[in-house]
């Protein structure tokens, strides 16, 4: 037997985890806080204490108990379901609905999402201007803070963002757990390529008519954030496909399936993270020699970036999401987190500590504000 | 040159580590930094395109926006363009409107704020029918669909 | 000749979002080399040609009273979509399937060329507005040559959008890019088919 098998564990003692979490600990709590606690609201402060000590206890527990899935999914659910209603909140206290208005779009105040992207690369190319009516600095969700944000997620996590970064994935990934056994069991990993061919449609058509195609007419979070005012046909019927969408790759299928369906057949943004897979220095690593093929981390990976024959060629597709769930199943420790470059089955703690560091310390900052705003409102109704 | 390798891959994620560590902090900087970039403007499809002319009425002020047939590559055979009211704005908002200024009207655009009615009566062929006609924060927007 | 042309150099955007949207997919699905890619878009674009030249003949017999018929441009249109669209989605769904896949007939359509002529001829009957002024215009014409000739315009103009298509073949032998042109293929299906019934649907609402 070889070494890794002997020594299998990502676990460690409280004492070395505590200190392991130590860094974390300030840095968040500097960042969340901007350096400047403010006590003087008390529903406020009772918020940021509660999210700043929530997730570094799920940062320890990941060091503690080795395993990292159910802990991140933990605060990427939480992360998706606090921003959806964060917006929703604000929209219904600023225009007294979920839709935005003609006005709204004139006035070019529709907040930016990370969704729009790949939309925006041709045009911005050919006729040198963004096509989103939103605003390019300041006011909520701008678009030159959200473009900055995806490119170093996307930098350095490649699609890692879909797991640590997305605030929409949290959603499909919640109601994939919500079953113990899939319903449906086999569905071909042909339909993996799908989100290449949405992301090749909706560029073409955003580019020839200077519109983002993707949002006006597919976006299926559209129906848990916000959608154009439905005054006609064509805005009943974009509705209406916002929440089949929303409903049966969101909701139905993941339950059925166990997957994420929408991220893994529909996100174009999903495909352009993908081939920056290939940049990250963060990857999830197949070392051949402790592999038993039992196909485990095949069954459980919720976006299809594993298929036996990957397995067999001890490397995993560039659909691969980070999330952890192979890393977690795989009883012999044959797949872990690694960095390009060192073989596989070496440095493995090393690499898993990097990228926990990395990838923990943007989804707890970029999450932070959605979800303190959450927790706000709920100690409001109880203070 | 696997010690080369595995160098390089840890230069790399350490560096990664370190662009995580001042993306926050120095988000604003980095924004506004990209913010300068020949690109980074709204297109005129959305904007409404620039103002062409500004007439000061007594409680208003009307601004007829230049005309936007921006297409991917070169301009379209079809566009529109964006008529402003910005102010206290009359109940029922009438004028006629010279987008091309060739000093001829080109269209009479007659407004009903409280039903939200707008009636177009071209006298220009290049003028079709009415796109967006919306109360804004500023008072009033009408995009005319024309033709080139 | 010149308006026309320079109208459908305008509107070739738009014929490019109609039918670029599936010529390019189906170019990259392809199993063939560059010439291949070549021939078919030979096909496309002759057919385009034909199609038009039927159209000017058909303009200048019956003049413009047919041609502004809702029935015509609502029913027949949306139900040529509807049927393309279909046929495109089985072409792209069909590809993995077994042998005895009613997908066969559509991959037998493929292998004699007939698919860039099917595409030909939905393009050409897209009835866009730039389409329907020609169809005015040649209409209104005193001679078979002149509509000829307003066609003949509109498709050189229109058509210089789908000359770098063949470059897209350069990247095709690759497995991947066959099978996301294929999928991509299926959702202009989904596009067509939406289209389809959108023009189906406003032809009954308008009557």
């Given at each position: 037997?070889?070494?890794?098998?002997?020594?299998?564990?990502?676990?460690?003692?409280?004492?070395?985890?505590?200190?392991?979490?130590?860094?974390?600990?300030?840095?968040?709590?500097?960042?969340?806080?901007?350096?400047?606690?403010?006590?003087?609201?008390?529903?406020?402060?009772?918020?940021?204490?509660?999210?700043?000590?929530?997730?570094?206890?799920?940062?320890?527990?990941?060091?503690?108990?080795?395993?990292?899935?159910?802990?991140?999914?933990?605060?990427?659910?939480?992360?998706?379901?606090?921003?959806?209603?964060?917006?929703?909140?604000?929209?219904?206290?600023?225009?007294?609905?979920?839709?935005?208005?003609?006005?709204?779009?004139?006035?070019?105040?529709?907040?930016?999402?990370?969704?729009?992207?790949?939309?925006?690369?041709?045009?911005?190319?050919?006729?040198?201007?963004?096509?989103?009516?939103?605003?390019?600095?300041?006011?909520?969700?701008?678009?030159?803070?959200?473009?900055?944000?995806?490119?170093?997620?996307?930098?350095?996590?490649?699609?890692?963002?879909?797991?640590?970064?997305?605030?929409?994935?949290?959603?499909?990934?919640?109601?994939?757990?919500?079953?113990?056994?899939?319903?449906?069991?086999?569905?071909?990993?042909?339909?993996?390529?799908?989100?290449?061919?949405?992301?090749?449609?909706?560029?073409?058509?955003?580019?020839?008519?200077?519109?983002?195609?993707?949002?006006?007419?597919?976006?299926?979070?559209?129906?848990?954030?916000?959608?154009?005012?439905?005054?006609?046909?064509?805005?009943?019927?974009?509705?209406?496909?916002?929440?089949?969408?929303?409903?049966?790759?969101?909701?139905?299928?993941?339950?059925?399936?166990?997957?994420?369906?929408?991220?893994?057949?529909?996100?174009?943004?999903?495909?352009?993270?993908?081939?920056?897979?290939?940049?990250?220095?963060?990857?999830?690593?197949?070392?051949?020699?402790a592999c038993n093929e039992c196909f485990?981390?095949?069954?459980?990976?919720?976006?299809?970036?594993?298929t036996p024959e990957d397995v067999k060629?001890?490397?995993?597709?560039?659909?691969?999401?980070?999330?952890?769930?192979?890393?977690?199943?795989?009883?012999?420790?044959?797949?872990?987190?690694?960095?390009?470059?060192?073989?596989?089955?070496?440095?493995?703690?090393?690499?898993?500590?990097?990228?926990?560091?990395?990838?923990?310390?943007?989804?707890?900052?970029?999450?932070?504000?959605?979800?303190?705003?959450?927790?706000?409102?709920?100690?409001?109704?109880?203070? | 040159?696997?010690?080369?390798?595995?160098?390089?891959?840890?230069?790399?994620?350490?560096?990664?580590?370190?662009?995580?560590?001042?993306?926050?902090?120095?988000?604003?900087?980095?924004?506004?930094?990209?913010?300068?970039?020949?690109?980074?403007?709204?297109?005129?499809?959305?904007?409404?395109?620039?103002?062409?002319?500004?007439?000061?009425?007594?409680?208003?002020?009307?601004?007829?926006?230049?005309p936007v047939f921006d297409g991917l590559?070169?301009?379209?055979?079809?566009?529109?363009?964006?008529?402003?009211?910005?102010?206290?704005?009359?109940?029922?908002?009438?004028?006629?409107?010279?987008?091309?200024?060739?000093?001829?009207?080109?269209?009479?655009?007659?407004?009903?704020?409280?039903?939200?009615?707008?009636?177009?009566?071209?006298?220009?062929?290049?003028?079709?029918?009415?796109?967006?006609?919306?109360?804004?924060?500023?008072?009033?927007?009408?995009?005319?669909?024309?033709?080139? | 000749?010149?308006?026309?042309?320079?109208?459908?150099?305008?509107?070739?955007?738009?014929?490019?979002?109609?039918?670029?949207?599936?010529?390019?997919?189906?170019?990259?699905?392809?199993?063939?080399?560059?010439?291949?890619?070549?021939?078919?878009?030979?096909?496309?674009?002759?057919?385009?040609?034909?199609?038009?030249?039927?159209?000017?003949?058909?303009?200048?017999?019956?003049?413009?009273?047919?041609?502004?018929?809702?029935?015509?441009?609502?029913?027949?249109?949306?139900?040529?979509?509807?049927?393309?669209?279909?046929?495109?989605?089985?072409?792209?769904?069909?590809?993995?399937?077994?042998?005895?896949?009613?997908?066969?007939?559509?991959?037998?359509?493929?292998?004699?060329?007939?698919?860039?002529?099917?595409?030909?001829?939905?393009?050409?009957?897209?009835?866009?507005?730039?389409?329907?002024?020609?169809?005015?215009?040649?209409?209104?014409?005193?001679?078979?040559?002149?509509?000829?000739?307003?066609?003949?315009?509109?498709?050189?103009?229109?058509?210089?959008?789908?000359?770098?298509?063949?470059?897209?073949?350069?990247?095709?032998?690759?497995?991947?890019?066959?099978?996301?042109?294929?999928?991509?293929?299926?959702?202009?299906?989904?596009?067509?088919?939406?289209?389809?019934?959108?023009?189906?649907?406003?032809?009954?609402?308008?009557?």
């Open positions: 037997m070889d070494e890794t098998v002997n020594n299998p564990s990502m676990k460690k003692s409280f004492g070395k985890s505590l200190l392991y979490a130590l860094p974390m600990f300030l840095i968040t709590f500097v960042f969340i806080t901007g350096g400047k606690p403010d006590f003087s609201d008390p529903a406020g402060t009772l918020a940021i204490l509660a999210t700043f000590l929530g997730m570094n206890i799920l940062y320890f527990l990941m060091h503690y108990t080795g395993k990292t899935d159910k802990f991140r999914a933990i605060i990427f659910i939480v992360f998706a379901l606090s921003l959806s209603f964060t917006l929703i909140r604000n929209m219904l206290e600023i225009r007294h609905s979920m839709s935005f208005s003609q006005a709204d779009i004139v006035e070019c105040k529709i907040p930016f999402c990370h969704l729009v992207i790949p939309m925006m690369i041709l045009p911005a190319a050919f006729t040198k201007s963004i096509i989103f009516p939103g605003t390019i600095l300041g006011g909520f969700a701008n678009i030159s803070s959200m473009a900055v944000l995806w490119l170093v997620a996307t930098l350095v996590l490649g699609r890692g963002f879909c797991s640590w970064g997305c605030f929409y994935g949290g959603w499909d990934d919640g109601f994939s757990r919500l079953r113990k056994k899939p319903v449906i069991k086999k569905i071909s990993d042909y339909w993996r390529w799908m989100p290449f061919a949405v992301l090749l449609m909706v560029a073409i058509t955003a580019a020839l008519s200077l519109t983002p195609t993707y949002c006006s007419w597919i976006c299926p979070f559209k129906a848990v954030t916000e959608f154009e005012q439905v005054t006609g046909m064509e805005s009943a019927a974009k509705a209406g496909v916002f929440i089949s969408l929303f409903l049966g790759l969101v909701v139905i299928l993941p339950v059925l399936t166990r997957k994420r369906t929408q991220c893994s057949f529909l996100c174009p943004l999903g495909a352009m993270n993908s081939l920056s897979n290939k940049i990250t220095p963060f990857t999830v690593k197949i070392d051949k020699k485990k981390c095949v069954d459980v990976c919720p976006l299809f970036a594993l060629n001890g490397k995993v597709s560039i659909f691969c999401s980070k999330c952890g769930k192979c890393v977690d199943a795989c009883s012999r420790k044959a797949i872990h987190y690694g960095i390009k470059g060192i073989p596989a089955g070496s440095m493995k703690k090393f690499s898993r500590n990097i990228f926990l560091f990395v990838s923990f310390l943007f989804i707890a900052v970029f999450s932070s504000g959605a979800i303190i705003t959450v927790i706000k409102s709920i100690f409001n109704l109880f203070i | 040159m696997k010690k080369i390798k595995i160098a390089a891959g840890i230069f790399w994620a350490i560096l990664c580590l370190l662009l995580i560590l001042v993306l926050f902090p120095g988000l604003n900087n980095f924004s506004s930094g990209i913010s300068r970039f020949p690109f980074m403007k709204i297109n005129p499809n959305l904007t409404g395109g620039e103002a062409a002319e500004q007439i000061v009425m007594k409680s208003c002020t009307l601004v007829v926006r230049k590559i070169g301009e379209r055979k079809q566009g529109f363009v964006q008529i402003d009211w910005r102010g206290n704005l009359p109940e029922i908002i009438s004028d006629t409107i010279d987008y091309d200024l060739d000093k001829k009207p080109d269209f009479v655009i007659r407004i009903g704020r409280s039903e939200s009615s707008t009636v177009l009566k071209p006298l220009n062929p290049k003028v079709r029918k009415v796109g967006i006609s919306t109360p804004t924060s500023y008072g009033w927007s009408a995009r005319i669909k024309i033709e080139k | 000749m010149l308006d026309t042309f320079i109208l459908g150099l305008s509107s070739g955007s738009t014929c490019l979002l109609t039918c670029g949207m599936v010529f390019f997919p189906y170019l990259m699905a392809g199993s063939a080399g560059t010439r291949k890619i070549i021939s078919d878009l030979s096909f496309f674009l002759m057919t385009r040609l034909i199609v038009y030249f039927l159209l000017a003949t058909l303009a200048w017999y019956f003049g413009k009273t047919i041609f502004t018929s809702a029935i015509f441009r609502n029913y027949i249109s949306g139900i040529l979509y509807i049927l393309f669209a279909v046929m495109l989605i089985w072409y792209s769904v069909g590809r993995n399937r077994k042998p005895d896949c009613p997908a066969k007939i559509v991959t037998t359509v493929n292998n004699k060329k007939l698919v860039p002529v099917f595409l030909g001829v939905v393009n050409s009957l897209g009835f866009c507005p730039a389409l329907l002024l020609i169809l005015t215009k040649s209409a209104t014409q005193g001679t078979i040559t002149q509509s000829y000739l307003a066609f003949l315009g509109f498709f050189a103009g229109s058509s210089l959008y789908f000359l770098p298509l063949p470059l897209a073949g350069r990247f095709r032998k690759k497995k991947v890019f066959e099978t996301v042109g294929t999928l991509a293929t299926g959702l202009a299906g989904i596009i067509f088919i939406i289209k389809g019934f959108t023009n189906l649907i406003g032809g009954i609402i308008n009557g």
